[in-house]
């Protein structure tokens, strides 16, 4: 008889795990009071306490927030934490038990019950789990990527650092510093190593003695090669050579410095590209130059990086790659084709993310320039193979030509919107190429009703009022508008902060809960959420964006973490 009994509790297992309605009920019953609990799993694989504050937590399921939940879920898949969601688990069972036993005077009631909870614990309340585990980690990727990319944008879109002769170096203790120099064009002029830490192929020498000799050097170099500005990368030792670069200026007498995020410059080095762009030439020498050549045109060089190494994501290791990929690719065009692209220097892989042009026609267009010469006017654009009038369509408006035959060129006036320019000029009484030609267009804008010029001139008015403002700023980069980063010229130490100091900075990262700046000291400092106005901040992307230089105010110190709370507050 109990074999009997235990055979129809399973068919009545099943039953209930199937009811849809009844699904539905857990599955709003647990998401809407559950908790996602974390335990410590094994504290030995978490060396550096990464996880420590999940080892004994909880939280409201509904409620965690997306890098909160995607960090726990990083801390689980290494091992340290283990992770339940914690369901109301008497209510849901009343609850089932109510719809399945609808009277206690039946003799099969307790099979019933006993089957209903049976199917709630081991059917039911494990699925309900890992399907809302899975939708509120796919919630949090999606907001990861969307973080990623909004900081990936502005990150591309930094000012380039125009006509400046930058020495770029690539910091390390036992393999040295690598230095390269190059021109205001990027082009790499000779670089070299320096030991100021005292080691030189692995071998120890007197700390002071190799710093001095690096000094001399590094100063005869920036003396010579006219060098503007020093570009350090904010890898290891980074704040130790920022010492040094402060030695060198001081004793030159010229020049300044800046701290560069060199987040995926050792991933380019050793690339196919790289060893293409720069050949017969030491990886890490390679590093430098990327370097230097980020602070001269920091959209023109990321591009050659992996967008998900470039360093401005919130676990951008965790979330689904394809999808990742795919974002960022998105916004690197977008990027690209704000800027547009000189179409007689771009390389390849600044190219490649012009609309209508793919990997294989920018090799063409570099490949034709190098057998043909420089570009005379975008029509020449028709010549290179690959190109047709579609892809002609897409990219022309955005492959500027600043010295080419037609000033139109060097705007981001399409070349099929040059016969409205013509006769615009004509309505104006110009040629086209006076000196205070962008004056006279700023006037006649100012004196005529554009939707009324549209007409006459047979065009939309989105793409009048665009003609207007190419224009009165021909050959603009909309990242001129934005920000010089900080040039710098001594140093700061986290000991030499206090509370209540008012900085600079720049702002390196935004995620979640806050936003880390760059204040010219060791560690970023992180400004929280709560510390971004005086009013409430839901989101810290609505009040400041990646490149971004802000004023803050020391809060807190911790020396002995390397913390240092920020406010932007008044």
Same mark, same amino acid.
């Given at each position: ?6 055979? %129809?509790?399973?068919? +009545? ?17 647990? *998401? #809407? ?10 504290? =030995? ?41 914690? /369901?109301?688990?008497? #209510?849901?069972? /009343? ?12 003799? *099969? ?7 209903? +909870? ?6 039911? %309340?494990? =699925? ?83 710093? %001095? ?76 130059? =990327? ?8 959209? /023109? ?33 977008? /990027? ?18 012009? &609309?209508? +042009? ?37 990219? $022309? ?40 030609? $962008?004056?006279? +267009? ?12 549209? #007409? ?58 806050? %936003? ?39 809060? &807190? ?14």
């Amino acid at each position: 008889m109990e074999d009997a009994y235990a055979g %129809a509790r399973d068919i +009545v297992a099943e039953v209930v795990s199937e009811d849809a309605d009844l699904r539905k009920a857990v599955r709003e019953q647990t *998401f #809407e009071r559950g908790l996602l609990v974390c335990a410590v799993a094994d504290a =030995s694989l978490d060396p550096q306490g990464k996880y420590q504050m999940y080892y004994e937590y909880a939280e409201p399921l509904k409620a965690i927030p997306p890098h909160r939940l995607l960090a726990i879920n990083r801390g689980e898949k290494d091992g340290v934490l283990k992770v339940k969601v914690e /369901a109301p688990v008497d #209510e849901i069972v /009343a609850d089932m038990v109510g719809r399945y036993v609808k009277t206690e005077r039946s003799i *099969f009631a307790p099979q019933v019950r006993e089957a209903t +909870v049976d199917g709630y614990q081991r059917l039911i %309340a494990p =699925s309900i789990e890992r399907e809302l585990r899975g939708t509120r980690t796919d919630e949090a990727d999606d907001h990861a990527i969307k973080v990623f990319a909004t900081n990936l944008h502005n990150l591309l879109l930094q000012p380039p650092l125009r006509g400046k002769r930058v020495m770029g170096i690539d910091p390390g203790y036992r393999t040295g510093c690598k230095v390269a120099l190059v021109d205001e064009t990027g082009k790499f002029l000779g670089g070299m190593t320096i030991y100021p830490f005292g080691y030189a192929q692995g071998k120890p020498h007197e700390p002071q003695k190799q710093w %001095a000799e690096a000094r001399e050097l590094l100063v005869n170099l920036v003396t010579r090669g006219n060098v503007d500005v020093i570009a350090l990368g904010n890898g290891t030792a980074s704040r130790e050579t920022e010492a040094l670069a402060a030695e060198v200026i001081a004793q030159a007498g010229r020049g300044a410095y800046v701290i560069v995020n060199e987040a995926g410059a050792s991933v380019y080095s050793a690339s196919p590209l790289a060893r293409e762009e720069l050949p017969d030439m030491d990886v890490s020498m390679r590093g430098a130059v =990327s370097i230097a050549r980020r602070l001269q045109d920091p959209l /023109a060089e990321l591009v050659k990086i992996e967008p998900r190494s470039v360093g401005v994501g919130l676990y951008q290791h965790d979330v689904d790659q394809k999808r990742l990929a795919e974002t960022l690719d998105a916004v690197v065009e977008s /990027a690209v084709n704000h800027v547009g692209v000189d179409l007689n220097t771009a390389s390849p892989s600044l190219l490649q993310y012009v &609309s209508g +042009v793919n990997k294989r026609v920018a090799k063409a267009i570099v490949r034709h320039r190098d057998e043909h010469g420089p570009f005379p006017g975008r029509g020449e654009l028709r010549k290179v193979k690959g190109i047709g009038e579609k892809a002609f369509e897409q990219s $022309a408006g955005f492959l500027k030509i600043p010295a080419g035959e037609n000033p139109l060129d060097n705007t981001f006036i399409h070349p099929e919107s040059y016969p409205v320019v013509e006769r615009l000029f004509v309505l104006m009484g110009v040629r086209g190429d006076e000196p205070d030609l $962008a004056q006279r +267009v700023r006037t006649f804008r100012a004196e005529n009703d554009l939707a009324e010029l549209a #007409e006459v001139l047979e065009v939309g008015l989105p793409t009048l009022t665009d003609i207007f403002d190419n224009l009165i700023k021909p050959g603009r980069d909309p990242r001129d508008e934005l920000p010089r980063p900080i040039l710098r010229s001594d140093v700061l130490k986290m000991e030499d902060l206090r509370e209540g100091m008012i900085l600079k900075g720049t702002v390196r990262n935004v995620v979640d809960f806050g %936003a880390f700046v760059d204040i010219g000291v060791k560690q970023d400092g992180l400004v929280h959420v709560s510390q971004m106005a005086d009013r409430y901040v839901k989101n810290p992307l609505e009040v400041v964006s990646v490149g971004d230089v802000v004023e803050v105010k020391v809060i &807190s110190l911790d020396l002995e973490r390397g913390r240092i709370g920020l406010s932007m507050k008044e």
